[in-house]
């Protein structure tokens, strides 16, 4: 099972014996602990549910705590499900305790996370649009997306047109990512290049589902 819990702590770079620089993200990554397993036969797909990062009682619920008494794991602030193929989920044991070393250097991995919001865009932020003439009587309208209307068929505006609105704050994957440094005492991985979210924001972690290093 190619999966775990961590938070975003910033990006660094990494250079090898020839002297490359590589730009890379560290991420404090578990221990976790499988909360459940989910079974195709009861639950009608296969998956395993892990919990990361320990709190105080009080800041759970009474039925969120009891999910967790079940297997005497303590109160886990995050809880994530990860999808696995039928059939491997069986090889899980509730209550096990998952660390950095599920991964290896080399292997490709997935970064699921929320991204940076930035609040309410215009298009020519948001989708790139380009800006109209300062010159032949344009006074206020240099940033205008322009005309988004019809005619009289079909005279409306179609679902899905690119317009201003709200920007980022959205789940996000960044898919087959390299680990470039795995850190087993401290519990840090190292992927090469940028992951969704900002510092400090939890991430999930999963093998990669294209290219090399499918789960």
Same mark, same amino acid.
């Given at each position: ?17 020839? &002297? ?26 296969? =998956?395993?549910?892990? &919990? ?6 009080? #800041? *759970? ?8 008494? #079940? ?8 809880? #994530?499900?990860?999808? *696995? ?5 069986a090889d899980v044991e509730e209550g096990q305790e998952v660390t950095v070393e ?18 309410? =865009? ?37 679902? &899905? ?47 990669a589902q294209k290219g090399r290093g499918g789960a």
């Open positions: 099972m190619k999966g775990i819990i961590g938070r975003k702590v910033g990006m660094t770079q990494l250079f090898d014996e020839r &002297g490359n620089v590589t730009p890379v993200t560290v991420i404090q990554a578990g221990p976790c602990f499988v909360t459940q397993v989910r079974q195709q036969e009861r639950d009608g797909y296969s =998956a395993v549910q892990l &919990g990361y990062e320990a709190t105080g009682p009080g #800041r *759970l619920s009474g039925g969120q705590l009891g999910h967790l008494r #079940r297997n005497n794991l303590p109160a886990l602030r995050h809880l #994530r499900e990860i999808r *696995l193929p039928e059939g491997e989920a599920v991964f290896t250097e080399g292997e490709r991995v997935d970064v699921v996370g929320v991204s940076k919001g930035r609040g309410f =865009a215009g298009t020519i932020k948001r989708h790139g649009f380009a800006r109209g003439p300062k010159t032949h009587g344009q006074s206020d309208r240099m940033r205008s997306p322009g005309s988004i209307g019809m005619c009289a068929t079909p005279g409306r505006t179609f679902r &899905g047109m690119r317009m201003s609105g709200r920007m980022g704050n959205q789940r996000t994957t960044t898919q087959n990512l390299e680990v470039m440094r795995v850190d087993a005492e401290r519990n840090l991985l190292a992927v090469k290049g940028s992951v969704p979210g900002a510092r400090n924001s939890i991430l999930l972690l999963r093998g």
